[in-house]
Structure formats: C-alpha cells, structure tokens
C-alpha cells in the first residue's frame, strides 16, 4: 500500500461524522399530525368498529395479554392518563373481558379474562385478514421499506424520552 493511499485511509477513519441536521419544529409537527391521522384511520378500520373495541381499549387488552400490571403501571407503559386508564378498565371489566381486583389506588393487578382473550384474538384475526387481503396497501405497501416500518418502533422509543418529563429528585 502506497503512502499517500496510507494516510487517506487514517485520515478518513479519523474524520468526524457529518453533523446532525437541525430538527425543525414544522417536522415534529408534521410528525405528530401523521400519527394521528393514522390512528385515526386506524380507529375506522371495521375490525375496531364491528368489535366495540376501541384502539386504546385494544392496547390495554394486548399489554393485559402478556403481562398482569396495576393501573398505575398500565399507565406508564401506554402513556394514557390515569383518569382514562381507570374509565378503559372499568369499561373492560364491565364487559367482562378483563378480572382482577382493582382498588381504589389501583395497585391490584389485572388480567384478561378467557373472553377478553377470545375478543383480542377475534380482533388481532380481523386486522390480520384485513392485511392479508389488502396487499396493495398493507403488505405491498411495505415492500422494501419494513426494515424502515420496524424502525419507526424503535425510533418512537428514542422521540419519547426526547419529550419525557424531567425526572423528579428525592431528597
């Protein structure tokens, strides 16, 4: 290897990365306003509509799946309000698709019922032959870009602590 070929090569593993592009303001709102458009669309989809389930009932439903939180952690791993966990749980319960004892605090653990299994499963099947049979949208529509879609999961992650409240200290 030449000198001259030598030197370029250390020179550009040493060379910094390209600086980050300035976050405009308008592409966080941009951002925020695709995603509600989208989970507004996804909320009119017929598998939500048929089954009275709504989308967040469904996030409680498929966190209730796999684990057995309180409220108050249901709360922090959906980011929903306490007051609209409470009244999602309540509706749940009342319908007899989640049991569990809830206290007043909330710190009791709840879990689906047999029902609530079938109606998750009943509705994780609709939104999947939903997809299955609109290719051109769904499937299709991905098509070179899921490494990307899957992405998105990752990167919300990232966004959310951007906007996280500031951590309280203990004396």
């Known amino acids: 290897m030449s000198e001259e070929n030598s030197n ?11 600086a980050p592009k300035e976050m405009q303001i308008a592409d966080v709102a941009a951002l925020v306003a695709e995603m509600n458009l989208f989970l507004s ?23 209730l799946a796999k684990r057995r939180p309180s409220i108050p952690q249901l709360t922090k791993l959906l980011g929903i309000a306490p007051l609209r966990v409470r009244s999602i749980v309540d509706k749940l319960k009342s319908r007899g698709l989640i049991v569990g004892q809830t206290s007043e605090s909330g ?8 029902d609530g299994q079938a109606q998750l499963d009943s509705l994780n099947a609709e939104l999947r032959r939903l997809f299955d049979e609109r290719p051109e949208k769904f499937s ?9 879609f899957f992405a998105i999961a ?18």
């Open 140 to 148: 299709q529509g991905l098509a070179g870009r899921d490494k990307s």
């Open 107 to 114: 710190s009791k653990a709840i879990t689906l019922s047999p």
């Open 41 to 63: 669309r996804l909320a009119n989809l017929a598998p939500f509509t048929n089954s009275q389930i709504a989308v967040a009932d469904w996030l409680v439903l498929t966190v």
């Open 154 to 171: 990752k990167n919300m992650k990232f966004l959310l602590r951007m906007v996280a409240p500031p951590a309280t200290e203990t004396a």
């Open 8 to 18: 370029e090569s250390a020179a550009s593993e040493t060379a910094a990365p390209p």
